[in-house]
């Protein structure tokens, strides 16, 4: 019973390593996290941060982790997850349609990787600790 | 002044060749003004003249979608034209489909604006709306005499590049294209005013209507399928060598139920697609790409699942209405149930 | 709680040798605001520039924009908790300098944020464009980490507006609004045949330049909670967030909270204004149950027939913003949404990333996927070094001249989604 972090983030593999799983490529895209995270979700993993975590637009961000689990306190439906990811891949795609990312120079990068690493940080303080795991 | 160059696309009943017996016949294209395009020229003005008559039969469209989609850009091209309207085609689905299909490949191809007509229940406006100006029509051809003059209108429009209004004041379907303006007062003042008026229970108008919410909740998840019996249900066009029941090739209005009692694969001497809306080339040689009974055989023997119904169900998807396509689940879901299937696999394309 | 605004109206700016107001013009004094600034070592440089509407004049990029402001009487200090003490707001007397904005500006590369011209054709976007601006440009120390280079931006605008803000403190105002809201139950016997609507303000609370404080509270932190209206008004709510300019919701907008000065404006005649809901827009899904039931139970809790919903971001926070209204909208309470939208460069995909049945009310703020031209300029404030990877640029958008074409989502609050803009989208 434990949490997956799925991601493109350095900062956020070194953060987690250890910690949780962590499922980690930086040559993926966003949407390659999102793919990832939604064929994870239609093996029955649940989602426990947000997809879309930030409203930095998917063609603004080259990064992109999202955090899974085995166990969630959120009452939900499973197809509720399987929604969620296929929304988000639509509108991921569609900014992508209207514009690629841009071209970022390593110290931009680098700041996105810590806006990327914020979100999951801010989420997981807050996340269920499981059982079995002791701090 | 040169005029500007038309041509009008109408299917074989408009062009008064004949009704359903007739829905058949291959593309071709006159010189000049045939049946409804009186009314256009009329509309249109002196300015315009309607050069040419596009026509094909809708059956014959709907079965060749893509041959006849060539066919009848060459032909049209021969003409020149610098606008083109299609229909009004009101509430026939095949005939919309075919001006909406037609409409779209001539903006595409020839670059030039075009123009079709529409009733709100026909399938041809979900399709196309977004690519295209559909003006609203009424369901019959009894509302030609009023839906010419405002296709004609806005065809006008376009063709001299003036300013294109909203929907409600040029007459189109709306495209569910968001455009910006500047409204008298601000938002929050708007959301309060709105809000007064769904408290008192007053019709109100949003300004953003959320995407259709025609959906069904997913069943639950089958608990035991070792012993679950499940069958196909495709809306792929795959049917029996010849198309016994004559499911049609776009905008269905039956669905079929063959057997496949006994058969190990679907073979391509058995079963044939009639589906009008992809590249058959594929599954034609291999129909198991669409009802994949192959597959399905090998995990009844390893006992993934119970057993599979000795049929499937099957109708064509493109075209076909949301209306048509609930009447044929209300149809044929007594018979699943009294089969006692458990699920359903639903293949599409 | 009662609350007056005395607005004391500025329309125009000035150098000088003193800050003071004096007939309508507010003279700053450069040196001590940079003083001021500069007494955070974070901060290594720092440049006052003023702008005023109809110049030819582009700042980029801001950070955020503030009002000056003051508080006379009634208990507490301005921005409590985030600048000054903690302390009780939103009662008694508060002076502004209406129509004078602090605009804080300085490269945080790669985040982007927005643009505010002070005439052409972008300025009919901007609210700002329309405002006498002091214009703060810094310059952080060399490595800063990020978080607290926020940080230091952050209260930068917060210090320079309290700083301006106490020479209106002994000043007649030009006008007076006065803003109440009863306890509860006096509020509700006060108006018994008016429909009761309250407002839910949803903050953003995503993260690191994606937050918002409550009395200093990073709000991502907290469970929904009722708050006086006039709260707001004395800086109770702070804007952390410098993402996607065109609908911050910056700290000046905090301030003036459309919903809630419309709100007032009806209140009494045609519904009952009863107060204000807060919650957050958080990452962490099960917190989006937690806070959207919570949200539903108050809303029933303190007897509302109506309410007004806002948000603040795309992509997450369109989930909070549906899951609140679902929530509402069935414990019988009937919701209005007010949002902005990003159907994608042709207009033509869904403008939300999510949506329910429920929302079938939404006063629209635009589309932010529109792009305008933007001519050059004779003077800039900061840098457009980076236009074409601000929020809306794009490789190659950029001209010699200085011009440049982007989408208006680039420019400070064009799309503001609280619906402080008469910006709308429809559908063609």
Redesign the interface.
């Known amino acids: 019973m434990g949490y997956t972090v799925v991601t493109n983030n350095v900062l956020c593999r070194d953060r987690f390593q250890g910690e949780y799983d962590v499922v980690y490529n930086e040559d993926w895209s966003y949407l390659d996290v999102l793919y990832q995270v939604r064929d994870l979700v239609q093996k029955g993993a649940i ?4 997809p ?7 063609n ?1 961000t080259p990064f992109r982790s999202v955090v899974i689990g085995t166990f ?5 439906e499973p197809w509720e997850d399987i929604m ?1 990811m296929e ?2 891949i ?2 991921c795609q ?2 992508l ?3 690629p990312l ?3 120079a390593e ?3 680098k ?2 990787r ?2 990327d690493l ?7 303080a ?3 600790r499981c059982p079995g795991i002791t701090e | 002044m040169d005029k500007i160059r038309v041509v009008h696309y109408i299917n074989q009943f408009f062009a008064q060749i004949g009704g359903e017996e007739k829905a058949d016949i291959p593309p071709e294209i006159r010189p000049g003004i045939v049946g409804p395009g009186a009314a256009l020229q009329q509309g249109l003005g002196d300015e315009f003249e309607v050069v040419a008559t596009a026509i094909c039969g809708d059956s014959h469209f709907g079965a060749n979608l893509e041959e006849d989609t060539a066919k009848l850009l060459d032909m049209i091209a021969e003409y020149k034209p610098q606008l083109f309207v299609a229909g009004p085609a009101f509430n026939a689905g095949r005939y919309g489909v075919a001006c909406g299909t037609i409409a779209k490949a001539v903006e595409e191809k020839l670059g030039i604006p075009v123009v079709t007509g529409m009733y709100v229940e026909n399938p041809g406006v979900d399709m196309f709306r ?1 690519d295209l100006f559909i003006i609203a029509t009424g369901n019959s051809a009894a509302d030609m005499r009023k839906s010419m003059p405002v296709m004609a209108a806005l065809a006008k429009k376009l063709a001299k590049g003036e300013e ?1 209004l ?2 409600s004041i040029e007459g189109y379907h ?19 005013q ?3 008026k ?3 229970k007053q019709p ?1 108008e ?6 259709a ?1 025609d959906r069904v909740d997913p069943a639950a998840p089958v608990t035991d399928m070792k012993h679950a019996k499940i069958a196909v249900v495709t809306s792929g066009g795959i049917v029996p060598q010849g198309n016994p029941d004559h499911i049609e090739s776009s905008s269905a209005t039956k669905w079929g139920l063959y057997s496949i009692e006994g058969m190990d694969h679907m073979d391509k001497k058995d079963f044939m697609t009639i589906h009008g809306g992809y590249d058959r080339a594929f599954v034609t040689e291999d129909p198991d790409l669409v009802v994949p009974l192959d597959v399905l055989r090998e995990l009844e023997k390893e006992g993934e699942f119970g057993e599979l119904a000795n049929y499937f169900i099957t109708t064509t998807g493109t075209g076909t209405s949301t209306g048509n396509a609930k009447r044929f689940g209300e149809e044929f879901v007594p018979k699943l149930l009294e089969d006692n299937i458990t699920a359903v696999i639903l293949t599409s394309t | 709680m009662r609350l007056e605004l005395g607005k004391i109206h500025i329309k125009d700016v000035q150098f000088g040798a003193e800050t003071k107001v004096e007939a309508g013009v507010l003279y700053v004094n450069a040196d001590e605001i940079c003083k001021l600034v500069l007494e955070d070592e974070r901060i290594i440089n720092c440049r006052v520039e003023l702008a005023h509407p109809g110049e030819s004049c582009r700042i980029t990029p801001v950070k955020d924009v503030l009002e000056p402001r003051v508080k006379v009487s009634g208990g507490g200090q301005i921005f409590p908790g985030a600048l000054n003490k903690v302390g009780q707001v939103g009662s008694g007397r508060t002076h502004c300098l209406d129509g004078a904005c602090v605009v804080t500006v300085g490269k ?5 944020e927005g643009v505010i011209d002070m005439s052409g054709p972008a300025a ?1 976007y901007c609210p700002f464009s329309k405002t006498q601006n002091v214009c703060v440009v810094i310059e952080p120390k060399d490595g800063l980490e ?2 607290d280079y926020e940080q230091a931006g952050r209260m930068v605008g917060l210090k320079v507006a309290d700083y301006l803000g106490q020479f209106a403190r002994d000043l007649e105002p030009d006008e007076i609004e006065v803003y109440e809201t009863k306890p509860l139950l006096e509020q509700i016997a006060e108006y018994p045949d008016l ?1 009761k ?1 309250g407002y839910l303000h949803m903050l ?1 609370s ?5 937050d918002t404080f409550y009395y200093g509270v990073d709000a ?2 907290f469970i929904p909670t009722l708050m006086y209206p006039t709260e707001i008004m004395d800086g109770a709510i702070v804007s952390g967030n410098c ?2 300019p065109c609908d911050k919701v910056t700290t000046y907008h905090h301030f003036h909270n ?2 809630i ?3 007032y ?2 209140h009494g005649k ?2 009952n204004f009863v107060g204000v809901i807060l919650t957050n827009e ?8 937690r806070c959207s039931d919570m949200v539903a139970k108050l809303a029933s809790y303190i007897g509302l ?4 919903i806002t948000e ?6 369109d ?1 909070d913003l549906m899951m609140n209204c679902r929530k509402v909208q069935n414990a019988g309470v ?1 919701v ?3 949002t902005d ?17 429920e ?9 932010g ?2 792009v305008i031209h933007f001519p050059p300029m004779d003077r800039l404030i900061g840098m457009t070094d980076f236009i ?2 601000q ?1 809306g640029g ?2 190659g958008c950029k001209n010699d001249d200085g011009s440049f074409d982007a989408e ?1 989502q680039i420019i400070i609050a064009s799309t503001i989604a ?11």
């Open positions: 989602l426990i941060t947000h879309m975590a930030g409203s930095l637009k998917p603004q969630t306190m959120e009452d939900k969620l929304n988000s639509e509108s569609k900014f349609r209207g514009r841009p071209d970022y110290n931009i990068k700041d996105f810590t806006l914020s979100f999951i940080e801010g989420a997981m807050r996340a269920f | 977004k294109v909203g929907p709306e495209r569910g294209i968001r455009v910006n303006y500047f409204a008298d007062i601000r938002g929050s003042e708007r959301g309060i709105m809000l007064l769904k408290m008192a109100f949003t300004e953003y209507p959320m995407p919410f | 945080i590369v790669g985040f982007q009919e990020t978080h429909p609507v953003q995503q993260g690191l330049l994606h991502k932190t993402v996607a459309p919903v000065e419309d709100l404006k009806h045609d519904l958080n990452v962490f899904l099960a917190d989006k149950e027939d109506g309410i007004l603040e971001g795309y992509g997450n926070p989930t009937d209005v949404l007010i939208e990003f159907p994608g460069r042709d207009g033509k995909s869904l403008s939300l990333a999510d949506a329910c049945k929302a079938d009310a939404l006063a629209s703020c635009g589309n996927n529109v074409e990877m929020i794009w490789a208006i609280n619906g402080f803009n008469k910006l709308a989208a429809r559908g063609y």
